[in-house]
């Protein structure tokens, strides 16, 4: 797939028992073609933030 703005993504999740629960460790590389502004770098750094948060309270929720 090809984009104007990010040359590459690359992301993984890692999961470790701990305790009698699960660590849980999101990595997240992007490769952008220009530098973004400040503003919108951390704009995304907020969604994504958000995304995992709400990711966790799903994943603690009975089911």
């Known amino acids: 797939v090809r984009g104007d703005i990010q040359r590459a993504i690359d992301g993984s999740y ?6 009698g629960s699960t660590q849980v460790r999101y990595d997240l590389s992007i ?6 502004p400040g ?4 704009r995304a ?7 995992v948060r709400e990711l ?3 994943a603690e929720s009975p089911a």
């Open 14 to 19: 890692h999961f470790d028992h701990a305790d």
């Open 31 to 36: 490769e952008l073609v220009v530098p973004l």
């Open 39 to 42: 503003f919108v770098k951390r």
């Open 45 to 51: 750094e907020v969604r994504i933030l958000n995304t």
């Open 56 to 58: 966790k309270t799903r």
